[in-house]
């Protein structure tokens, strides 16, 4: 049994060998930054879901000054009516990017988790710097 055991691990070591060499030289391999942590996407990333659903968390005033298009406004003082929007061009299969001003702005983070949590949706990321992030990245 012992040299049974020792043949398997030589095959699963040689066959580690290619696999290595594919992972760091393999001609679309995917960046070294990830571009999803923890609940979170950068505005680049998500600014390639053509199917994202965007939720602006900001003053009414800021979000009529500038917000991405397409994007809901959602205000946790009107939480129900909002929600109802959401739900009227949400499908539960679309991921929804939620942002705010960006910099020490909490708010997207803190709206993202309770619709995680009310939506029981897992595909809802705070984009990393807000609006500030989306109005200033080339697309």
């Not at 066959?15 to 996407?41: C, T």
């Amino acid at each position: 049994m012992i040299p049974l055991a020792r043949e398997a691990a030589c095959l699963v070591l040689l066959a580690m060998v290619p696999a290595s060499i594919a992972g760091v030289w393999h001609p679309r391999r995917p960046a070294d930054a990830p571009a999803i942590v923890q609940g979170e996407v950068t505005a680049a990333t998500a600014s390639t879901w053509r199917d994202a659903l965007w939720i602006d968390v900001r003053p009414a005033d800021r979000y009529a000054a500038g917000h991405v298009p397409g994007a809901l406004r959602l205000d946790e003082d009107a939480w129900e009516d909002g929600l109802a929007e959401l739900a009227a061009h949400w499908d539960g299969v679309r991921p929804i990017v939620v942002y705010c001003d960006g910099g020490g702005c909490e708010a997207s983070r803190a709206v993202a988790d309770r619709l995680r949590r009310e939506l029981a949706a897992e595909r809802v990321f705070a984009m990393q710097g807000g609006w500030t992030a989306w109005s200033s990245s080339p697309r």
